[in-house]
């Protein structure tokens, strides 16, 4: 089946963060959701759903569940089972509850930098202490590595509770090899945290990448070590406005501890919608539709690469391995990542992310999943404003 990608969507006026929180005339490249309707599997499910009028409570059928077990089995190779899953209304939510259940107010919570903003405000919010492990970025080489004899003091130091994990990782795009993941998996072992892994992204891997996202959770379990996942089809399918995400465990105490601290903050409900969406989009039709979206998407990747990369040669630009999250080094020039998303915004109408709300200031994300018509403008405001800079 021909999936019309190209055809743009008018968001504008809509109330839709991503557009409606930008003035008139610019072109919004920052929050990450996708410019695209979803698949169409899942739209037509949610109008079904919606032509029968009643939108009370619910129960979330088997079905919920199979769809998440066969989506991970046949995609992922992994196959989780039924009790090991629990339901709430996102994954930033998810990383909340589990940490509230899982981590007291006077242990920490280690995390790769840059991170995504989410992970600093959940730690914070617990009232927790968070340990920053900045990821080594070599721009010579433009690779980001994890320096693990350092990575192993800090945990000896520190001793933090929970490692909170983004895989692949948002905002650099890595995608971790086994080795890596293993590495990881060992450490927790040996100094007993538990692994809370973000796996949100883990549909957006380049198809010529030549290897693929894993799932930690048996990498995990040949390590010996406790883990959490926490994941939806939100990122996807464009689907964050209907509200659902999974968190996983095999381990009984820390699933029933979640599952507890889900019901004391009453976020143990999802809407009528949401449960309908993932059972449709976890089959083999939204499978098709997700696999021409990321060939699609990483077009614009290689479009946008090549358009800076001939402006800007000696640009460092982290290479795209996972998510659909450009993350570009503007270190050379005379501002603040966040004074170059402003002058951006105000002055050539295109908004990117400074680096600073990921911890990691002198880089700029760039939100990619959009029409490519809409890439290519966005592109060429990039470079002029970038050009007047330099």
């Not at 450490?187 to 945290?193: G, I, P, S, V």
């Not at 939100?234 to 095999?250: P, Q, S, V, W």
């Not at 976890?282 to 001939?310: C, H, P």
């Not at 992310?353 to 966005?378: K, P, W």
């Amino acid at each position: 089946m021909n999936y019309n990608f190209n055809q743009e969507i008018p968001r504008r006026g809509t109330n839709c963060v991503k557009w409606d929180e930008a003035e008139e005339g610019v072109l919004p490249m920052w929050v990450a959701d996708m410019d695209f309707e979803t698949a169409p599997c899942v739209k037509a499910a949610v109008m079904r759903r919606a032509e029968h009028g009643v939108y009370a409570y619910n129960l979330i059928p088997d079905a919920f569940y199979d769809a998440i077990t066969w989506w991970n089995s046949h995609r992922h190779g992994w196959a989780p089972q039924r009790e090991w899953m629990l339901y709430t209304s996102g994954v930033v939510p998810a990383f909340s509850v589990i940490i509230q259940a899982l981590v007291h107010p006077e242990e920490s919570v280690l995390f790769f930098t840059p991170a995504y903003n989410c992970f600093f405000s959940s730690v914070r919010n617990n009232g927790s202490r968070s340990i920053e492990f900045p990821l080594t970025w070599k721009p010579e080489a433009e690779s980001y590595t994890i320096d693990f004899e350092a990575l192993e003091q800090t945990v000896a130091r520190e001793r933090p509770r929970l490692f909170l994990f983004c895989n692949p990782h948002n905002p650099t795009g890595r995608v971790w090899t086994l080795d890596e993941l293993r590495r990881v998996a060992d450490l927790c072992h040996r100094y007993d945290m538990i692994l809370l892994s973000d796996e949100i992204h883990c549909e957006f891997i380049d198809p010529q990448l030549g290897r693929s996202y894993l799932p930690f959770a048996p990498i995990a379990d040949a390590a010996d070590c406790q883990w959490v996942v926490a994941n939806a089809p939100n990122k996807a399918f464009n689907t964050a406005g209907l509200m659902a995400a999974y968190i996983i465990t095999r381990f009984d105490d820390l699933r029933h501890r979640i599952d507890r601290q889900i019901n004391i903050n009453e976020i143990c409900d999802i809407n009528c919608f949401s449960f309908v969406a993932l059972q449709a989009a976890y089959t083999s039709e939204g499978e098709a539709w997700l696999d021409a979206l990321v060939a699609y998407i990483y077009d614009n990747y290689r479009l946008f690469l090549r358009e800076m990369q001939s402006a800007f040669p000696a640009l460092p630009i982290a290479p795209l391995e996972g998510t659909y999250l450009a993350w570009m080094d503007v270190t050379a020039f005379p501002l603040t990542s966040n004074e170059i998303s402003d002058y951006l915004r105000k002055n050539y109408k295109v908004w990117i992310n400074g680096g600073e709300m990921y911890g990691q200031q002198g880089f700029m994300r760039i939100n990619l999943a959009t029409q490519r018509s809409r890439v290519i403008e966005g592109t060429r405001r990039i470079i002029n404003g970038l050009k007047s800079l330099a």
